[in-house]
Nanobody
């Protein structure tokens, strides 16, 4: 059973920055992609950004130019650098690791952006 442990969430003012981290206990060679999702109260969970094992990235339109996803294979960790945060970015952010036959979710980390 793989574990994903997120960290880096917190309270920040609008315009501020945060960097989320997700450390995976599963072997990096078995991961095909890792993604960040978020879920705001009363809303569905939505994809924020993803990165493949080859380093290709994709972003939701609402974060393009503000968020950057990256990974450190040596540390088996994926990051989400968030700048110019807006109150509408407030949500629980979840890390997800895709393997060939299954996937795993982290427990989530709260990001709150005050206006």
């Amino acid at each position: 059973q793989a574990q994903l442990v997120e960290s880096g969430g917190g309270l920040v003012q609008a315009g501020g920055s945060l960097r989320l981290s997700c450390a995976a206990s599963v072997s990096p060679f078995s991961i095909t992609a890792m993604e960040w999702y978020r879920q705001a109260p009363g809303k569905q969970r939505e994809l924020v950004a993803g990165i493949t094992s080859g380093g290709s990235t994709n972003y939701a339109d609402f974060v393009k130019g503000r968020f950057t996803i990256s990974r450190d294979n040596a540390k088996n960790t994926v990051y989400l650098q968030m700048i110019n945060l807006k109150p509408e970015d407030t949500a629980v952010y979840y890390c997800k690791a895709d393997l060939s036959v299954t996937h795993y979710w982290g427990q989530g980390t709260q990001v709150t952006v005050s206006s």
